[in-house]
């Protein structure tokens, strides 16, 4: 090894005898000696610490070498998380998850730089109009679950597989979604707990942006109020949804709501009675279940709460729904395309429990989940993997029950939505092909023409918000 062959170069320099003397006290003591022995003994001196020099520099020339095509000359410790970075769990390889699929090993400082691109909005909202024959022509009745009779109460109920399979029928029906009660006593409470003043507000918004912080794990972005008409100022509600430690922490840095409890556009709702202990899952209550809390809305816009909103909503609106005659627009993951993919990635990164997204991730195999192949013209999505930042909505009885169905993935398995996107969806697709969901999966860069991305406050974890 290469340590060892420098440790002799270093020590040829301070050589010493058998007698236990260095190289200059063994020549003093041979000053009796001829004059011409002397030279013979230091041209021999000299050649010999030639070819040792030589020998040093070709060893370090060649380690430089291996060192740029290896791991052989890392240090123990070093190779050692070398190779567990590049090796997958006994588990990931039962599920035939394989190195092909990866496209930069973890820890990488490489990013892939991702780039706007154009969106063709209208100049004004001046310009746009609602579609007369845009909403679902086969409309249909969709109730929900409001109380259950059991001693632990759940936000989100406790739905039967049974109850599940038949929930994906697009009939007339009434399912989990969400603010389930218990029955018993001091347990009534749903979670996610809302004022009757904030309640009568929302109730009344016909068109509505909403994002949360919950945990305090973000500052507060403001919507660009010059992008913004005045007349979607007027007539569209933004709701930023917090709890007391975040409205105490955004009060500290300045942003105190008015009486009103607006910050700039932003009507501020204070949450109270957190449904679930992992932030996570608690941020996906607003995000997936808009038309529960803004009831009488027909159109909803979800936007990160790391992201700054730089478009007028009824630009986006019409832009992603109206022109393309949908009913819920979202768009593909900037990366990665493959539910395969995604699990590795989140294993890797430990976004979540490993055993809960094994489950996860076999029982949706299980149910028919494959892998997306790109290379197919007729595949029902562009990507499996959704970058669910942003998400543009109308409140048709589909848009709504794909919401419920979405929020109910998470709510039996793992806060990890890019998991269960393309399931929820193409089981939906398959049990209703004469009603399907009109669902417009956009560019990646066209989400990011419209919104400003920053990052989230802290590293997220599983007490952070959604990522």
Known sequence: MLPERRSTVASSSSYQNPSGQNDNSFLLLRRGKKFGGRIGKLKLSHLFFFFVSLFFFSCVFSGHKLLFHGSELLPHSERNHHLKTHLFTSSELDMGLN????????????????????????????????????????????????????????????????????????????????????????????????????????KNCVVSVSSCIFGSSDFLRRPATKKISEFSK??????????????????????????????????????SNLPYTDMRKTGKVPKFLSHRLFPSSRYSIWIDSKMRLTTDPLLIIDFFLWRTKSEFAISNH????????????????????????????????????????????????????????????????????????????VDRFTSRDQLSFAYTYLKLQRLNPDRPLRLNMFKDCERRALTKLFHHRVDSSPHSPPA
Request: hydrophobic share 30%; with cysteine.
């Open 99 to 202: 190195s092909s699929h990866i496209q930069k090993p973890p820890g990488s400082k490489k990013r892939n730089k991702h780039l706007p691109c154009e969106v063709p909005l209208a100049e004004s909202v001046n310009q746009i109009l609602e579609p007369r024959e845009y909403l679902d022509s086969k409309p249909f009745s969709l109730g929900f679950v409001e109380t259950e009779t059991c001693d632990k109460p759940r936000f989100g109920g406790h739905q039967t597989l049974k109850e599940r399979e038949r929930s994906y029928s697009a009939i007339n029906q009434t399912i989990h979604c969400g603010f389930v009660k218990g029955t018993n006593g001091l347990h009534q409470r749903a979670g996610f707990d809302l004022t009757e003043k904030d309640r009568a507000y929302m």
């Open 234 to 271: 007027q007539n569209v509600c933004f709701v930023m949804f917090l709890d007391e430690q975040t409205l105490s922490k955004l009060a500290s840095e300045g942003h105190v709501p008015d009486k009103q409890g607006f910050v700039g556009l932003w009507k501020t709702v204070v949450v």
């Open 334 to 409: 900037y990366d990665r395309h493959c539910v395969w993919d995604e699990v590795v990635q989140n294993k890797r990164l430990n976004k979540y429990n490993h055993t809960a997204i094994d489950e996860q991730f076999m029982f949706y195999r299980s149910d028919g989940l494959k892998k997306f192949d790109p290379s197919d013209p007729n595949s029902p999505l562009p990507s499996y993997v959704p970058e669910g930042s942003f998400i543009v909505r109308a409140h048709t009885p589909m848009s709504n029950l794909f919401s419920c169905l979405w929020f109910n993935e």
